[in-house]
């Protein structure tokens, strides 16, 4: 019985957080459903090497390093400047050397870049594409 | 117990669901609360306002039959332009917006992109002042007209502006264009023929309503009346916790600046994320 209650327990909050990532507004930008496939989610976690929090779209860089030791340099965008710093994220939000996990939709011409619709910050908060605006 | 244990498992679920939107709702700033029913002066335009009704395009879906037929020479500068949006829409690393590299957007994008707007009012001139781009846009209401032609050599990207009140509605007539302004993000055209006919009508406290018309003769084969836009008033206290969430100033208030520059920066936006995700 015990652990019946504990199966649901966790098949709900399984489902209950899974609603959260699925359930981020796809937002039409400039050209983004042509770059990038929107049908796709992907988790990338790596190494931050800049945060720029400029126009017209703030952008992410962070190197991913396999267990041979390769490096693959990630790039993603997120919203405007002006909704995120509407929302409190600045340019000392993310940091080089941070270690991130980011949410995508990668690009549909295979490159490692993608439209960032979270990033996972190392001090446990969520940065996301939809933050600053009226939802 | 099973009831129990269920009853205890939904209540976490639908906590931690509700924990998250609350989560995610205090990052944002919220709206105040409207006041359409208090009083003001309809042909005073004083304030913040930011767009809150209709699309970014000049018709609500481009190509509806609201969109008129376009002459060969527009139907031939239609297709050479590649907008970013809308359903001819290609990655902007392949496409040819101006605002891409950040170009002036013009007057009509101007006022169709969904950002705050402070109107400056004094007697004989009504200045909108942009967020995006942080430009601004002067109406003359001292009685002056447009000319019918202008000098090539004069025309500019935000054209020429003159107002008129019509009862409580100003009516704008503003021309000069510079042809390389689009007028919308889905890569509709304008030519230095181009007037445009703007409608501004305070209809309650809170709302600004706008209708507009393009008539473009060497472009479209009638006048184009746009789909209907509106603009809410933002409220003093708004902005300023805006500014105070943004920026951590306290009780500032005014335009923003969202502004495309320097150019290096977009050049590096563009090279390292726009191109790469166009696979170039």
Redesign the interface.
Known sequence: ?KHR?IT??AV??A???G??VVSVPVF????T????DMEKRVSVTGIVTQW?L????A?L?WDVTDEDGNVVHW???IS???HL????WSRNSIRPGDEVTVILSP?????????MAEVQLPDGRTM?RD????? | MLSRSITTILTLAVMLVFASATLAQDRSVARAAPNPDAPFDPRDFSGIWERNGGSRGISRRPGDDTTPPMTPEGQARFDSYRPGYGPRQVPPATGNDPTGECNPAGLTRALLYPRPTQFIQTPDLLVQMFSWHRVFREIWTDGRELPENFNPDLRRWYGYSAGRWEDNTLVVESAGFDDRAWLDQNGYPLSEATRVVERYTRVDHDTIELEMTITDPLTYTRPWVAEQKSYRLVPREEVVAWYARMTDLQGWYGVFEEDCAPVDEVDNFNSRVRDPAAGL
């Open positions: 019985m209650t649901l327990l709900l909050l489902v209950s957080t609603s959260l039409a930008h400039h050209g459903s042509i770059s990038y720029r400029t126009n017209p779209h952008q860089f790039s993603g965008e405007a400047p002006f710093s509407k929302a409190g690009s549909r011409a295979g490159t490692p870049t993608g439209v996301e933050d600053g605006r009226e939802r």
